[in-house]
């Protein structure tokens, strides 16, 4: 019988990436709503090091595959595995990351085990009467939300948007138990050969990470508007992001995009700039820290969420911002 909520922990370089431990903390929830444990299962090469911290956000087991053909992500060997891992424990769910490696791997998976998958979930809850894995999603260009259940199939699995879930606070005091997992892979299992690993250089940080989110939408006028905001965002250590109206219009790029078609994300403060406010967008920002939002249209649907609101012309407000912030931080240089 299908029983326990399973976390794919994604790890890139050996470092476990903040998915895992989001995923964790809804796995939790959904974990006791069902009266079940969590595991989860990590995948590397020397990752074993690294266990303690799922424990430590709310994992009860881990189970490791420790393997030299695990050390960078190549599909067949950790769809591979995961399947074993799959086949011996019978989980009831399995929830993955919604990054570039949970939608290589977790469509994979649902075929070789037979089940559905519901993928880039926003909401996740279990039904009380008939104790399904009710996922929730965008669908139809994000204008409406979906929600999904698979009824006749084990495991029931969902792949999660980074930033949507709040991991539990660190507890370092946390018990838990490692189980090492060999699921028998051989170099047969590879069935391509990695000539060499390109990493991008660039400085720009995920959007999802950013502490300062400098937004920008239709309002900047154009793709040199964003030139601007990236001034702002320099000056407070933070990223441009933008609304699903730029990027449509190609002034930026697709993965800048805050919202239920693009990414959702919690920094403590999110500028908005020439953003009206559609619903879409909101989904996808509004449980940041502090929301302060610029527009000249005061029904702007963006100051219902707004912490602070500024009605005003942008391309008057932001050089006004940049100019004061550049003399708050010339100040704090001279005291220190």
Known sequence: MSKNVFVIAEQRDGE??????????????????????????????????KADVLIHHGADHVIVVDHPLLKEYVTEPYAKAIYEIVKKYDPEIVLYGASSIGRDLAPRLAARIHTGLTADCTGLEI?????????????????????????????????????????????????GDVIMEDVGLTDK????????????????????????????????????GFDRLQELADLMDGEVSTSRATVDAGW??????????????????????????????LAGMEESGL??????????????????????????????????????????????
């Open 252 to 281: 930026i790029e697709k993965d800048r995009q805050v919202g239920q078609t693009g990414k959702t994300v919690r920094p403590d403060i999110y500028f908005a700039f020439g953003i009206s406010g559609a619903i879409q967008h």
């Open 16 to 49: 476990l990436q903040k998915v895992s431990t989001e995923l964790l903390g809804k796995a939790r929830e959904l974990a006791d709503d069902l009266g079940q444990e969590v595991y989860a299962v990590l995948l590397g090469d020397n990752i074993k090091g």
């Open 291 to 336: 929301i302060i939002a610029v527009n000249k249209n005061d029904g702007a649907p963006i100051f219902d969420v707004a912490d602070l609101g500024i009605v005003g012309d942008l391309n008057k407000v932001l050089p006004k911002l940049i100019e004061e912030y550049k003399k708050a931080k010339a100040a704090k240089a001279e005291i220190n």
């Open 127 to 175: 039904d009380e009467e008939s104790k399904l894995l009710r996922m929730t999603r965008p669908a139809f260009g994000g204008n409406l939300m979906a929600t999904i259940i698979c009824e006749d199939f084990r495991p029931q699995m969902a792949t999660v948007r980074p930033g949507v879930m709040t991991p539990l606070a660190n507890d370092d005091g946390r018990k």
């Open 189 to 224: 299992d590879m069935n391509v050969k990695i000539l060499e690993v390109s990493k991008d250089d660039k400085k720009k940080l995920d959007i999802t990470e950013a502490n300062v989110l400098v937004s920008g939408g239709r309002g900047i006028g154009g793709p040199e």
